[in-house]
Nanobody, 115 residues
Framework: QLQLVESGGGLVQPGGSLRLSCAAS????????MGWYRQAPGKQRELVAT???????NYADSVKGRFTISRDNDKNTVYLQMNSLKPEDTAVYYC?????????WGQGTQVTVSS
């Protein structure tokens, strides 16, 4: 059973940066599509960024040019580098991994952007 654990969240000032990590265990993720969703209070969960098994990426319009998703299959880890953070980026960020009909989720990590 694949397990995902996110880390790297926290409190940051507007304009600052954070790097989220999603470490997988239980099996290798090199054949999985992976990515990040986020959910702000009172809002629906929204897709932030995805990365395929061959490292093609896709981003929500709201984060293009500011966020970068990457993966290190040797470390079984996916990263989300977040720059130029805005208060509206405040949310719980969830990592996921998907292959065929199976989707796995992490427990989430809180990101708060505030002065």
């Amino acid at each position: 059973q694949l397990q995902l654990v996110e880390s790297g969240g926290g409190l940051v000032q507007p304009g600052g940066s954070l790097r989220l990590s999603c470490a997988a265990s239980g099996c290798g993720t090199e054949h999985f599509a992976m990515g990040w969703y986020r959910q702000a209070p009172g809002k629906q969960r929204e897709l932030v960024a995805t990365i395929t098994s061959d490292s093609r990426t896709n981003y929500a319009d709201s984060v293009k040019g500011r966020f970068t998703i990457s993966r290190d299959n040797d470390k079984n880890t996916v990263y989300l580098q977040m720059n130029s953070l805005k208060p509206e980026d405040t949310a719980v960020y969830y990592c996921y991994a998907n292959r065929w009909a199976n989707t796995y989720w992490g427990q989430g990590t809180q990101v708060t952007v505030s002065s």
